[in-house]
Structures are given as structure tokens and as C-alpha cells.
């Protein structure tokens, strides 16, 4: 059963970049989804990024622009780069393994079956 771990979290100033990463283990990214969500104290969890099992990516509105989904097969890890960040970015990120979801199933977390721990991310001055 594939395990997921995340990375790369830390504090930055407002307009600053992260990359996250996300690292399977017990299996493989390859050929199925995965998505990145956060969460913060005064919000409920919210997807951030998904990408199919063919590459196909989507975004939420808020993150769209600034943001990147990407997999890097050979290294079994899914990152998110984060360009331009705000405070209002502020949260723990979590990746997710979906292995059965089409496009239209991304920005749900219901359909994601193995969650890591999460990353936090605070972005203030």
C-alpha cells in the first residue's frame, strides 16, 4: 500500500516561493493521481492541485498562476512549487494518492485514499 510523506515547508516572506514535495513509498505515483491540499486553523481543508494519472493538471482558482503540480516518476515524488506567496497561503499542505480519479474527481478529497502528514507553510514578514 503506498505510503506518502511531505517536505519542504518553512517560513517565507510575502512574494517568496516554496517547493514541496511529496515522496511515495510501498508503490508509485506512476499512472494514478494525486493532489495537494491545505489546511489552516480558521479554514476548512481545501484542495490546492491535482494531476491525473496522464499528467492533466488543475488548480484552484486562488492558487491558479502561482502554483505548480508536477511528477517526477523516476524519484516517485509529486511537488507543488509555490511562486508569489501570501499570507493568506498560510496552512499545513497535504498530499493525497488518488488512484482512481478522473479529472472531474481532483478537487474532491473524498475520492484520495492515502494522506501524508502534512507540511506547514507560513508566509509572513
Known amino acids: 500500500q503506498v505510503q506518502v510523506a511531505e517536505s519542504g515547508g518553512g517560513l517565507v516572506q510575502p512574494g517568496g516561493s516554496l517547493r514541496l514535495s511529496c515522496t511515495a513509498s510501498g508503490g508509485t505515483f506512476r499512472n494514478i493521481g494525486s493532489g495537494w491540499f491545505r489546511q489552516s486553523p480558521t479554514k476548512e481543508r481545501e484542495f490546492v492541485a491535482g494531476?491525473?494519472?496522464?499528467?492533466?493538471?488543475t488548480y484552484a482558482n486562488s492558487v491558479k498562476g502561482r502554483f505548480t503540480i508536477s511528477r517526477d516518476n523516476s524519484k516517485n515524488t509529486v511537488f507543488l512549487q509555490m511562486d508569489r506567496l501570501n499570507p493568506e497561503d498560510t496552512a499545513r499542505y497535504y498530499c493525497?494518492?488518488?488512484?482512481?480519479?478522473?479529472?472531474?474527481?481532483?478537487?474532491?478529497?473524498?475520492?484520495?485514499?492515502?494522506w501524508g502528514q502534512g507540511t506547514q507553510v507560513t508566509v509572513s514578514s
Open positions: 494531476m491525473n494519472g496522464s499528467g492533466s493538471k
Open positions: 493525497a494518492t488518488c488512484p482512481r480519479c478522473i479529472m472531474s474527481s481532483l478537487p474532491s478529497a473524498r475520492h484520495y485514499d492515502q
